[in-house]
């Protein structure tokens, strides 16, 4: 069973503009991953925040992690059409010897 | 390799027909993943292998799906009388470790499977 689930399910918004997805989860966390899939293949990974730690940059991403409402977002700022993709979250249990993913966002970036 | 490899990048069979899928990981990474994806899906877990053995085979959907990873490097996914239902793309991803230190995973180009 998948432990996250994004929000929105679809986003389509302008280049230049700001992309904001969000995940929630269920069970008490290690980490969190967000990954980024082009055309159904081979994920890449974005950006890991550890379940002690509340934001987290790279470059155009910002990640941010409420353990205490067991949710996270992942932020991009000023788009680029390059960015249409889909966006996945996924947990490592505090218990757990894997990586749980959510369904995930598909996000389009117009030009 | 400089990443993971997998084949075939696809693979098109009949419906009873036997399978397997390889994934070779980035090398001295310990810790390696099958998951399956369906058209417009997320990631499924299939199973987990730490070194040679596979603490966690949890997400195998049947016993016509097994999978073995030899001298700590190359995994077999097979699937035995494939049913339409199996189609997917079957993704491996490796880490440098596995377990309560798991960090980044690396996936490879998956290998799409087509049952007739």
């Known amino acids: 069973s998948q432990q996250g689930e994004e929000d929105p399910q679809a986003l389509s918004i302008q280049e230049g503009e700001n992309a904001t997805m969000n995940c929630s989860y269920k069970?008490?966390?290690?980490?969190l991953q967000w990954y980024r899939q082009n055309s159904g293949r081979g994920l890449v990974h974005l950006i890991l925040?550890?379940?002690?730690?509340r934001e987290k940059h790279s470059g155009r991403l910002r990640v941010t992690l409420d353990t205490s409402k067991k949710s996270s977002s992942l932020l991009i700022t000023a788009s680029r059409a390059a960015d249409t993709a889909s966006y996945f979250c996924?947990?490592?249990?505090?218990?757990?010897?894997?990586?749980?993913f959510g369904a995930g966002t598909i996000l389009r970036v117009k030009s | 390799g400089a990443g993971v490899s997998q084949s075939p990048s696809n693979k098109v069979t009949e419906k009873g027909k036997d399978v397997e899928l390889r994934c070779d990981p980035i090398?001295?990474?310990?810790?390696l993943y099958w998951y399956r994806q369906s058209l417009g899906q997320g990631l499924e877990f299939l199973i987990y292998?730490?070194?040679?053995?596979?603490?966690?085979k949890s997400g195998l959907p049947s016993d016509r799906f097994s999978a073995e990873r030899t001298g700590g490097s190359v995994s077999t996914l097979t699937i035995q009388r494939t049913q339409q239902e199996d189609s997917a793309v079957y993704l491996c991803?490796?880490?440098?470790?596995?377990?309560?230190?798991?960090?980044?995973?690396?996936f490879g180009e998956g290998s799409r499977l087509t049952v007739l």
């Open positions: 991803a490796s880490s440098l470790y596995g377990g309560g230190n798991t960090g980044e995973l690396f």
């Open positions: 069970t008490s966390i290690n980490n």
């Open positions: 925040i550890r379940s002690n730690e």
């Open positions: 996924a947990t490592f249990g505090v218990n757990g010897n894997k990586l749980v």
């Open positions: 090398s001295g990474h310990t810790a």
């Open positions: 292998f730490q070194g040679n053995s596979a603490p966690d």
